[in-house]
């Protein structure tokens, strides 16, 4: 019996620790929307959350060479097995939180991340955020990545919309969100 393709992973990068995030609501509202699109036909990507952000060490440029430490070996494996990545990282004190830019930080010096496809939704309030993606884009062109900006959003997600099982109970973002993992898979597909 002939097996089907696997579908593409896009992997789903939070930039907060904190508990119960909306940032990571929203990744987890990804990850689902991604896996009922994959129940149907057609299916289009599977999405896997990134979980290891609070284990990677300081970014030590000494350190950045093998063999590498664990936690930055696997996030560096996780983004080369992946076909593409979303993040969604708040902003804190005009950028990004320091742990997400430790995290970009280690990918620096790994060539990983170049010429994927990269996207971000920003889950802010309206007027707010606006220096975590400039710092985001930044960063992500030293690393060579290959930004989407058809996928970088905006999709202001309130509290009250996260459900019991932490994902965005709101039809319109859970379209919306289709639609970025859409043309994510779509870039992906794209790239040599």
């Given at each position: 019996?002939?097996?089907?393709?696997?579908?593409?992973?896009?992997?789903?990068?939070?930039?907060?620790?904190?508990?119960?995030?909306?940032?990571?609501?929203v990744l987890r509202t990804a990850e689902s929307v991604a896996a009922q699109s994959a129940a149907g036909a057609p299916a289009s990507v599977t999405a896997v959350r990134?979980?290891?952000?609070?284990?990677?060490?300081?970014?030590?440029?000494d350190e950045d060479t093998d063999p590498l430490p664990a936690p930055v070996a696997a996030l560096r494996g996780a983004i080369a097995g992946a076909a593409a990545l979303l993040v969604c990282?708040?902003?804190?004190?005009?950028?990004?939180?320091?742990?997400?830019?430790?995290?970009?930080?280690?990918?620096?010096?790994?060539?990983?991340?170049s010429g994927k496809p990269v996207a971000w939704v920003n889950a802010a309030a309206p007027g707010r955020g606006g220096g975590a993606?400039?710092?985001?884009?930044?960063?992500?062109?030293?690393t060579g990545a290959a930004v989407v900006d058809a996928a970088c959003v905006r999709i202001p997600v309130d509290r009250g919309t996260?459900?019991?099982?932490?994902?965005?109970?709101?039809?319109?973002?859970?379209?919306?969100?289709?639609?970025?993992?859409?043309?994510?898979?779509?870039?992906?597909?794209?790239?040599?």
């Open positions: 019996m002939p097996t089907s393709p696997a579908l593409p992973v896009i992997l789903l990068l939070s930039g907060s620790l904190r508990a119960g995030s909306v940032n990571e609501a990134y979980e290891g952000l609070g284990d990677l060490p300081h970014f030590n440029p990282a708040p902003e804190y004190a005009g950028t990004l939180p320091g742990s997400f830019k430790n995290l970009l930080d280690w990918t620096v010096g790994g060539s990983e991340i993606e400039a710092t985001l884009r930044t960063v992500l062109g030293y996260v459900g019991a099982d932490g994902t965005v109970t709101d039809p319109a973002v859970r379209a919306r969100l289709a639609e970025v993992l859409g043309l994510l898979a779509g870039a992906a597909r794209d790239t040599p």
